[in-house]
DNA sequence: CGTTTGATTGACCTTAGTCAAGAGGCGTGG
DNA sequence: CCACGCCTCTTGACTAAGGTCAATCAAACG
């Protein structure tokens, strides 16, 4: 039986983005303090998500694009009679639901793996200030363009040993890019959501991180993985190495 | 031996945007005559590409994004020593370039896969032009979210079946989008590319292809396919039937 | 302290990739 | 005009990568 989802989240809490430690990787990054006021009119309260809600179900009516302050999210497509299709992981500091500009609802759900928080920016609210704030309007460019391509990204390796190199860097990259360290990385997804995201199946990914394990290329400890060789697995990710 | 692309791409050739048979789905969709005029204003002269040629070279500096006028498309990733990864096709009506915005570089080469024209959209007079007309503004989200879609959407169908039935159908609805057939398909790639799209082998492709005609789901003449059985396509896009 | 959920490992089997051969089309040049 | 070579596509036989099923174990939780 699936754990009911629990749509009815949590208290709102105050911080302003300037005083937000994501300062300068989420929206605002490069705007001037006048500018950061400006956005700030738009950025509603954070919200408080509980693991395993939903912040945004999939099929509702797109109103707000989120930026994830702490925590993380998974986004997933539900198939035609139940079956569950992860497409992708929010980290701190990235932004979702752009992907629901074009039909005005929410493909995926988009579901906390952790207790965490975000901020809800309404769609309309954005479009006004961009217009106003050219380095804004560029920037939202930018960020659809980065989700682009790390959509791509995960895309077609052909070996199950590639995907997950592959996957492995991807969140290293995200993380080293706000800061925190590149070799040490904490799934905060189950190997469930690792294997659905990458076409694999979860006894696969188990046996590959073992294998990786054995190789010292990574160290395992539950959920906490250390990079210990990241050329190899560079190498291991567009098939260098066997 | 590979074919050497040839970049020195041919002649200018005028059409307004006014006068283009796509103005419903470009760029312009929706537009006042007068804000046609302004946008006009950013559209180079549309640029003949012959079969074979690339328009956009992986690696060059970002500087336009496309639309695509005549013909077709395949954008292409170049992993480490050579081997390429075809990431998506781009219709008449399409545009490609955004995924270069964030990092200046163009990600892939595009290559024209028959004759065609393209028009060249400098993204900074775009980004101008766009901060004065909304619905530019809003068209261009709308159009980034789109490209979204569609790379995910050709995502990890876990079956080869799947998989290629989902390209058909996305193809059979991409064209039906501009007014032409959704059920009769003219392929302008060969099944090579599409193997490579899909992250399968062509022969592969072929089996498939040769299965679903012999269970009356399509007809095939060559590049030419004719949908005899949409419902039952989507059936098996969705893994519903074997 | 039992129950549940997630992770690991092994044995077996299915799917799709690889290798190989051959057929049909098309353009080039003798 | 025909012959040759080059593509692209198709089909068959074999193989390997990864999925499925099943058992076990550890940690989390009420």
Chains 1, 2 share one sequence.
């Not at 302050?69 to 992860?86: I, P, R």
């Not at 629901?100 to 207790?115: C, K, M, P």
């Not at 939202?140 to 860097?169: H, K, P």
């Not at 997804?189 to 294997?195: E, F, G, H, N, Y």
Request: glycine share 6%.
């Amino acid at each position: 039986m699936k754990k009911p989802i629990n749509t009815q989240h949590g208290q709102h809490c105050a911080t302003t983005c300037e005083h937000c430690a994501l300062v300068d990787i989420c929206l605002p990054v490069g705007l001037s303090a006048e500018d950061l006021v400006t956005i700030e009119s738009v950025v509603q309260k954070s919200i408080a998500v509980k693991s395993g809600e939903a912040i945004v179900q999939a099929g509702q009516h797109f109103k707000s694009v989120f930026a994830v302050k702490s925590g993380s999210f998974k986004s997933t497509a539900h198939t035609q009679l139940g079956k569950e299709q992860v497409v992708g992981f929010s980290l701190a500091g990235e932004m979702f639901g752009f992907d629901a500009i074009a039909s005005q609802r929410y493909a995926f759900s988009v579901i906390a793996l952790e207790d965490s928080l975000v901020c809800e920016l309404p769609f309309s609210d954005i479009l006004t200030v961009a217009a106003q704030v050219p380095k804004l309007q560029t920037h939202l460019f930018v960020t659809m363009s980065q989700n682009l391509n790390s959509m791509q990204a995960i895309g077609l390796q052909s070996t199950a040993d590639e995907r997950l190199a592959n996957f492995l860097l991807n969140l290293s990259a995200r993380l080293a890019r706000r800061g925190m360290s590149a070799t040490q990385i904490h799934l905060s997804m189950p190997r469930q959501d690792i294997a659905n995201c990458l076409g694999l199946a979860t006894e696969t990914i188990s046996r590959l991180l073992t294998k990786l394990q054995k190789k010292s290329v990574i160290k395992i400890d539950g959920r906490d993985i250390l990079i210990l060789d990241l050329r190899l697995l560079q190498k291991i990710s567009c098939g260098e190495v066997v």
